[in-house]
Protein backbone atom coordinates (compact mmCIF):
# COMPACT_ATOMS: atom_id res chain seq x y z
CA UNK A 1 0.00 0.00 0.00
CA UNK A 2 2.92 2.23 0.87
CA UNK A 3 4.03 2.43 -2.63
CA UNK A 4 0.76 2.87 -4.29
CA UNK A 5 0.99 6.15 -1.89
CA UNK A 6 4.59 7.11 -3.46
CA UNK A 7 3.88 6.56 -6.70
CA UNK A 8 0.46 7.99 -6.71
CA UNK A 9 2.39 11.25 -4.95
CA UNK A 10 4.92 11.35 -7.25
CA UNK A 11 2.86 11.35 -10.53
CA UNK A 12 0.70 14.17 -8.85
CA UNK A 13 4.22 16.34 -8.79
CA UNK A 14 5.73 14.99 -11.68
CA UNK A 15 2.32 16.56 -13.63
CA UNK A 16 2.72 19.45 -11.28
CA UNK A 17 5.94 19.99 -12.29
CA UNK A 18 5.53 19.84 -16.00
CA UNK A 19 1.86 20.73 -16.63
CA UNK A 20 -0.89 19.25 -18.60
CA UNK A 21 0.41 20.52 -21.97
CA UNK A 22 -1.32 23.39 -22.07
CA UNK A 23 0.73 25.93 -24.13
CA UNK A 24 1.86 29.36 -22.35
CA UNK A 25 0.06 32.61 -22.90
CA UNK A 26 3.70 33.79 -24.32
CA UNK A 27 3.20 30.66 -27.00
CA UNK A 28 -0.49 31.31 -27.24
CA UNK A 29 0.86 34.87 -28.93
CA UNK A 30 3.85 33.76 -30.78
CA UNK A 31 1.16 31.57 -32.24
CA UNK A 32 -1.37 34.46 -32.90
CA UNK A 33 1.69 36.06 -34.78
CA UNK A 34 2.70 33.58 -36.78
CA UNK A 35 -1.02 32.81 -38.02
CA UNK A 36 -0.84 36.66 -39.16
CA UNK A 37 2.54 36.05 -40.75
CA UNK A 38 0.97 33.09 -42.53
CA UNK A 39 -2.05 34.75 -43.65
CA UNK A 40 0.08 37.61 -45.18
CA UNK A 41 2.54 35.09 -47.10
CA UNK A 42 -0.89 33.18 -47.84
CA UNK A 43 -2.01 36.40 -49.71
CA UNK A 44 1.05 37.85 -50.60
CA UNK A 45 0.52 41.08 -49.31
CA UNK A 46 3.76 42.51 -48.54
CA UNK A 47 2.56 45.27 -46.68
CA UNK A 48 1.23 42.90 -43.94
CA UNK A 49 4.11 40.97 -44.29
CA UNK A 50 6.16 43.83 -42.83
CA UNK A 51 4.15 44.76 -39.95
CA UNK A 52 4.03 41.12 -38.66
CA UNK A 53 7.72 41.10 -40.00
CA UNK A 54 8.28 43.62 -37.53
CA UNK A 55 6.11 42.34 -34.79
CA UNK A 56 8.16 39.60 -34.56
CA UNK A 57 11.11 41.12 -34.32
CA UNK A 58 9.77 43.13 -31.33
CA UNK A 59 9.05 39.84 -29.47
CA UNK A 60 12.24 38.49 -30.67
CA UNK A 61 13.95 41.89 -29.33
CA UNK A 62 11.93 41.81 -26.05
CA UNK A 63 12.53 38.29 -25.20
CA UNK A 64 8.86 36.69 -25.87
CA UNK A 65 10.44 34.62 -28.69
CA UNK A 66 13.53 32.52 -28.50
CA UNK A 67 15.79 32.72 -31.00
CA UNK A 68 15.60 29.24 -32.24
CA UNK A 69 11.84 30.47 -33.20
CA UNK A 70 13.08 34.04 -34.73
CA UNK A 71 15.42 32.63 -36.92
CA UNK A 72 12.81 29.58 -38.11
CA UNK A 73 10.19 32.58 -38.96
CA UNK A 74 13.02 34.52 -40.14
CA UNK A 75 13.69 32.12 -42.96
CA UNK A 76 10.09 32.22 -43.59
CA UNK A 77 10.03 36.22 -43.98
CA UNK A 78 13.02 36.30 -45.75
CA UNK A 79 12.00 33.70 -49.06
CA UNK A 80 8.40 35.94 -48.90
CA UNK A 81 10.71 38.88 -49.61
CA UNK A 82 12.38 37.31 -52.29
CA UNK A 83 9.39 37.03 -53.70
CA UNK A 84 9.52 33.23 -53.06
CA UNK A 85 5.43 33.28 -51.87
CA UNK A 86 4.78 29.29 -52.73
CA UNK A 87 8.55 28.71 -51.29
CA UNK A 88 7.61 30.56 -47.75
CA UNK A 89 4.11 29.06 -47.82
CA UNK A 90 5.62 26.00 -47.91
CA UNK A 91 7.87 26.90 -44.92
CA UNK A 92 5.37 28.38 -42.78
CA UNK A 93 3.26 25.33 -43.29
CA UNK A 94 5.98 23.34 -42.57
CA UNK A 95 6.63 25.34 -39.43
CA UNK A 96 3.24 25.19 -38.46
CA UNK A 97 2.84 21.26 -38.38
CA UNK A 98 6.26 20.98 -36.16
CA UNK A 99 6.16 23.54 -33.72
CA UNK A 100 2.18 24.28 -33.48
CA UNK A 101 3.45 26.35 -29.96
CA UNK A 102 6.62 27.69 -29.87
CA UNK A 103 8.63 30.12 -27.61
Known sequence: MATRI?????????LNVLGCG?????ELKNRQEFEALLTAVSLKNKAELDK???RI??????GELSDDGFKDLQSIIAKARDGKWSD???LAYEFR????YFK
Open 6 to 14: KFALAAFLL
Open 22 to 26: EPSPR
Open 52 to 54: DAK
Open 57 to 62: EDRHSS
Open 88 to 90: AEK
Open 97 to 100: EKRP
